[in-house]
């Protein structure tokens, strides 16, 4: 939402400050040069990059209007699953959760609580750890040294469309000018034409080189950095997954071991130990 705020007083900005300029609007409507800009940076951007990374960045623009996942509610229901998880390995035997990470998107545990369980790559990181965990004979340092594997190939994936989308908005200044240089070719063409039509093509020249410099640092240079903040929001996640297991798997009690996993939680998400406690003795998360 704030993303969305945040384009809205740009674009607000610009025209506003060009129309008290006396600016006329009609002048800004320049779609071949628009054409010439977006068509090429986007076709930079296949040329560069894998239709992954490509679907990423569609994706990570989604992202973007919807905003991180990773609220405090969403942290204190995944802490009560932790507890629940942990209470039936401790009281039934680690075992007994085996029926759990054999099949996790059938597991009674994680699809009582949905915003954990839609989250495929975070069940299949958990299960996988718990399976390992179940099947005995691999100590706690080695599971330990596996997620953190698994969580830095999924930071790297996801940080492929982001460092995509921003040599994307670093060429667009230059896109512009190449827009520029053809509304000044077209110009050149012109002379000894009326001084209006002149001034029509210099005026389309120009504006190519002004979307292309709004468009880098006014919409896509933002939208890669929104995008980092996420993929950052996500890596302090995973972290939160991996304290929490590894806790349980040294030995932890069950409420020791999502305590520890609450502290490793950002302060503006971390949920206060009493919302906890409440949530974990029955209360809504």
Not at 135 to 140: A, F, Q, R
Request: aromatic letters at 8%; a negative charge; one cysteine or more.
């Amino acid at each position: 939402m704030f993303a969305l705020i945040g384009l809205v007083i740009v674009i607000a900005s610009v025209v506003a400050g060009y129309i008290l300029s006396s600016g006329q609007m009609a002048v800004l409507f320049q779609p071949y040069e628009l054409l010439i800009i977006l068509g090429s940076a986007i076709g930079t951007l296949l040329v560069a990059n894998p239709l992954p990374v490509v679907i990423g960045i569609a994706k990570g623009m989604i992202g973007i209007i919807k905003g991180s996942p990773y609220t405090k509610t969403v942290y204190l229901d995944h802490l009560k699953m932790f507890n629940d998880l942990f209470s039936t390995a401790r009281k039934s035997g680690i075992v007994k959760l085996e029926p759990d990470v054999e099949e996790p998107d059938k597991s009674q545990i994680f699809s009582k609580y949905p915003s954990f369980a839609k989250n495929h790559h975070a069940l299949y990181f958990v299960a996988d750890t718990l399976r390992m965990a179940i099947s005995g004979g691999v100590g706690h340092f080695d599971l330990d040294q596996m997620m953190e594997l698994d969580m830095e190939v999924h930071h790297h994936e996801e940080s492929l469309p982001i460092g995509a989308l921003q040599t994307m908005a670093d060429a667009l200044p230059g896109l512009g000018i190449v827009a520029a240089v053809l509304g000044i070719v077209i110009t050149m063409a012109s002379l000894g034409g009326p001084p209006e039509e002149i001034g029509h093509h210099v005026a389309a020249a120009l504006v190519g080189t002004f979307l292309g410099i709004l468009m880098c640092y006014g919409f896509f240079g933002p939208m890669a950095g929104m995008m980092t903040q996420i993929s950052a929001a996500e890596k302090e996640y995973y972290n939160f997954l991996r304290v929490a297991l590894i806790s349980f798997i040294k030995g932890a009690a069950p409420i020791l071991a999502v305590e520890l996993a609450r502290r490793s939680i950002p302060h503006h998400n971390r949920p206060s130990f009493k919302d906890m406690e409440k949530a974990c003795k029955g209360g809504g998360a």
